[in-house]
């Protein structure tokens, strides 16, 4: 039986994910021949798809990394006029006072006022500034 899927109005993912499907449908056909095991064209398939994921991985952070610079930089200057991008220094707490009153109880505290998790780490406060907008 023949059959083919005719997608109307697809999204992007759907296109994407279809794509994928097509090209491991050629793979398949291309390597099935006889004395091939399904577990060889399996082991064929999931290793394309593994790559295919690597690769797909790396632009995701490259483009995260080029986001979060972009969001989280300050502009500056050197001698020659030309501005260079650098990431900002976070400080939730400059002093000890400024903890939240709840971690007093050596509790996990979110703080989304300072964007920061505050930990108990062997008796002592350990905040992690949070990028995360909310």
């Given at each position: 039986?023949?059959?083919?899927?005719?997608?109307?109005?697809?999204?992007?993912?759907?296109?994407?994910?279809?794509?994928?499907?097509?090209?491991?449908?050629?793979?398949?056909?291309?390597?099935?021949?006889?004395?091939v095991t399904?577990?060889?064209?399996?082991?064929?398939?999931?290793e394309g798809?593994?790559?295919?994921?690597?690769?797909?991985?790396?632009?995701?952070?490259?483009?995260?990394?080029?986001?979060?610079?972009?969001?989280?930089?300050?502009?500056?200057?050197?001698?020659?006029?030309?501005?260079?991008k650098k990431?900002?220094?976070?400080?939730?707490?400059?002093?000890?006072?400024?903890?939240?009153?709840?971690?007093?109880?050596?509790?996990?505290?979110?703080?989304?006022?300072?964007?920061?998790?505050?930990?108990?780490?062997?008796?002592?406060?350990?905040?992690?500034?949070?990028?995360?907008?909310?």
């Amino acid at each position: 039986m023949i059959a083919r899927t005719y997608l109307i109005n697809p999204n992007k993912s759907q296109e994407k994910n279809y794509q994928l499907l097509l090209g491991i449908h050629e793979t398949i056909i291309q390597e099935a021949q006889e004395g091939v095991t399904v577990k060889d064209l399996y082991t064929q398939v999931d290793e394309g798809a593994e790559a295919r994921r690597r690769e797909h991985q790396k632009e995701l952070a490259r483009k995260k990394q080029s986001e979060s610079l972009e969001r989280y930089s300050e502009s500056t200057g050197d001698q020659n006029g030309v501005t260079q991008k650098k990431f900002k220094r976070f400080k939730s707490y400059k002093r000890d006072n400024q903890f939240p009153s709840r971690v007093k109880d050596l509790v996990i505290v979110v703080d989304q006022k300072a964007a920061t998790v505050v930990l108990p780490i062997m008796g002592r406060l350990v905040p992690f500034h949070n990028c995360l907008s909310y």
